[in-house]
């Protein structure tokens, strides 16, 4: 069982470029989220999803943008990469309100 | 809208000491609450939570939190560390049955085993 399985690990972009992180999950959870952690300050939640065809804004969305065509996926794009994205970006997904969440394993980014 | 503080940043402490990280929370609506750790380089995993019934919960790897209420808070303990006990742990507050599962997270408390 793999669980979340974020894809690429690592990555440098340079300033004004674009990507996509990739994000898949083998537990039919309906709900997934992206956080992004920076030193001392937690996880912030950028986008999450409660469903397929269903997005909804986090904390710190501006930058940022999603979709979710499958239960399984959920990519997270980013347009024009600033050093302000400079970060460790973690998937997760849930079953339920009440249940435990699974996390990724990151992808470190670095914008230059 | 709620919110999560962790009372302390750093907290270093000797193998088979016991040890306490402090969680405090805020919120208008009944809450769940979460631990989670963090090993170097890796995802979290969930430690214990705690939805409703009895205020001491115990979780993963020897570790035990309590819900207070009136206090608000939800600090995280373990009566003996180990080495391997060396990571972030992370408190957590989902806004419960009614506001949804997105995880509210405190800023983190490294914990360091020192020998």
């Known amino acids: 069982n793999a669980g979340v399985t974020q894809t690429p690990k690592f990555r440098i972009l340079k300033i004004g470029q674009s990507m996509t992180l990739q994000c898949t999950q083998d537990m039919n959870h309906n709900y997934m989220y992206w956080y992004r952690q920076d030193p001392g300050m937690g996880l912030k939640l950028i986008y999450y999803s409660v469903g397929a065809g269903i997005t909804d804004k986090g904390e710190v969305p501006n930058g940022y943008n999603v979709s979710r065509s499958t239960t399984e996926d959920f990519p997270l794009r980013l347009e024009l990469a600033a050093p302000s994205q400079t970060s460790v970006y973690f998937c997760?997904?849930?079953?339920?309100?009440?249940?435990?969440?699974?996390f990724g394993q990151g992808t470190r980014l670095t914008v230059v | 809208a709620q919110s999560v503080t962790q009372l302390d940043s750093q907290v270093p402490v000797f193998e088979e000491a016991p040890v306490e990280l402090r969680c405090n929370y805020s919120s208008s609506v009944s809450v769940y609450l979460f631990w989670y750790v963090q090993y170097p380089n890796q995802g979290l995993q969930l430690l214990l939570k705690?939805?409703?019934?009895?205020?001491l919960v115990k979780g993963i790897n020897g570790f035990e939190a309590e819900f207070n209420k009136s206090q608000t808070s939800f600090h995280l303990r373990k009566p003996s560390v180990h080495i391997s006990d060396t990571a972030e742990y992370f408190c957590a507050v989902s806004g419960g049955e009614t506001s949804g599962s997105r995880l509210t997270f405190g800023e983190g408390t490294q914990l360091t085993v020192n020998p």
């Open positions: 997760a997904s849930s079953y339920g309100v009440s249940s435990a969440t699974f």
């Open positions: 705690y939805l409703s019934g009895s205020t």
